[in-house]
């Protein structure tokens, strides 16, 4: 069973192996969180639901994962999907707002301005891997809100 469960985490952490792209996966786990959204077009309520599974499922999976391969490590890419999808939550789909969620989100990502990096620091395993991508995405969410407000 355990094998079971190591592989399923695997292949969530990874976002259907995507973690396993060499160069940059981080940055293709947020496209393909990018092509979902533009696809599917979620309405609030489904992806109010569908971020709560994919961080339940994310934070699960990890937690498994980061045994496996060590502390965060470039394979898990489910924190960066649901991090992104917190970046466009309650946009409009259009190709402006999903694009410049993209690129913010990968600014609060990759360099992780305070309090982004202290919650990396402070909160451990897979619920840790999450929450820093979570901060990323609100606080690109709240930039594109203010944006939408003025603009």
């Known amino acids: 069973m355990k094998g079971l469960l190591d592989r399923l985490s695997i292949i969530i952490a990874s976002v259907f192996f995507i973690g396993y792209i060499p160069i940059a996966s981080g940055t293709f786990g947020s496209l393909a969180a990018l092509i979902f959204m533009w696809v599917l077009k979620p309405d609030r ?42 970046s466009v939550f309650s946009l409009p789909y259009t190709p402006g707002y999903l694009i410049a969620g993209f690129f913010l989100f990968r600014f609060f990502d990759i360099l992780k301005p305070p309090p982004i990096r202290n919650i990396e620091k402070a909160v451990k395993g897979g619920l840790g891997v999450m929450l820093d991508d979570v901060a990323a995405g609100l606080a690109t969410n709240l930039l594109l809100q203010v944006w939408r407000l003025v603009a």
């Open 45 to 86: 309520p489904l992806l109010g639901v569908l971020v709560a599974a994919v961080f339940c499922l994310g934070t699960a999976a990890a937690h498994v994962v980061e045994g496996i391969f060590g502390k965060d490590s470039g394979r898990i890419v489910i924190d960066e999907f649901a991090g992104f999808m917190i």
